[in-house]
């Protein structure tokens, strides 16, 4: 078994719990609480620049061409096309993504950014490629999984959402990070192995968290505290 099909047994139960959770059940449904779906956004367009950040924090780790060229990709499709998965829920709010710009972190939101940033300046490569990996993965199996049981047609609500997440360029994104990290997992140390492993499945957890983080509307204890919740 490769060491990301280990990782992928292991999280088992919590991609299952993903999938059972009240927002991605709901996305299938077609029906969500707007209020939850406009705190997503917010909370979401904030962690994807987080994401294209950490990518770049990788680039400086990288010593390898190719994989400068694979994380510049990433970087581009993060900010010219995961846009549109967003544009999708801005339409059911009936909401301009431009109102649901620059807010706040909720805790959650800010928990796992602050954990993508603290393996990327403090790890290695293969600690970076497995904190990153459940994003993608996660989310082109909750494409699948509603592809299979919710078989959506074009005027379903969240048909756009659903079909970006099931695209060729998310597989290969996922694949090739799988890739990538098998191989740096051949000549890793238990310890950095148990590094890795450690980081893949909180980011595991912290999906399942982002979408309840969404669902419950997670704010601070005392959200009127503007100057300490706003994230750097
Ligand atoms: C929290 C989260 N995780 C994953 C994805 C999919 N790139 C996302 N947009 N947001």
């Known amino acids: 078994m490769s060491f990301t099909d280990q990782l992928r ?6 991609f299952q719990a993903i999938f ?3 927002f991605v059940k709901g996305i299938g449904e077609g029906d969500l609480p707007k209020e939850a779906v406009a705190h997503y956004v917010k909370a979401n367009a904030e962690y994807l620049h987080a994401f294209m950040n950490v990518y770049g924090i990788a680039i400086s780790k990288c010593s390898d061409r190719e994989d400068i060229a694979f994380f510049k990709e990433n970087i581009e499709f993060v900010l010219n096309s995961e846009i549109h998965p967003h544009h999708n829920l801005c ?3 009936e909401t301009p ?3 649901l710009q620059g807010y706040p972190l909720p805790p959650t939101a800010d928990h796992y950014i602050k954990h993508m940033k603290t393996h990327a300046h403090e790890g290695t490569l293969g600690e970076i490629l497995a904190v990153l990996l459940p994003c993608p993965w996660t989310y082109l ?3 699948d999984y509603l592809m299979e049981h919710v078989q959506p047609t074009p005027d379903h609500p ?4 659903i079909t970006f997440y099931v695209n060729d360029e998310i597989k290969a994104t996922t694949n090739q990070l799988r890739k990538k990290l098998d191989a740096w997992a051949e000549t890793a140390s238990p310890r950095e192995k148990k590094a890795m ?3 893949f499945i909180k980011s595991c957890q912290l999906e399942w968290a982002f979408w309840e983080m969404a669902y419950r509307l997670e704010t601070w ?4 505290l503007k100057e300490v919740t706003s994230h750097a």
């Open 221 to 224: 204890p005392t959200s009127s």
């Open 158 to 161: 969240f048909y756009e959402w």
């Open 141 to 143: 199996e909750i494409g």
């Open 91 to 93: 339409a059911y709010i």
């Open 197 to 199: 492993k450690d980081a």
């Open 97 to 99: 993504y431009e109102d």
């Open 20 to 22: 059972n959770h009240p």
């Open 9 to 14: 047994h292991d999280a088992k139960p919590i």
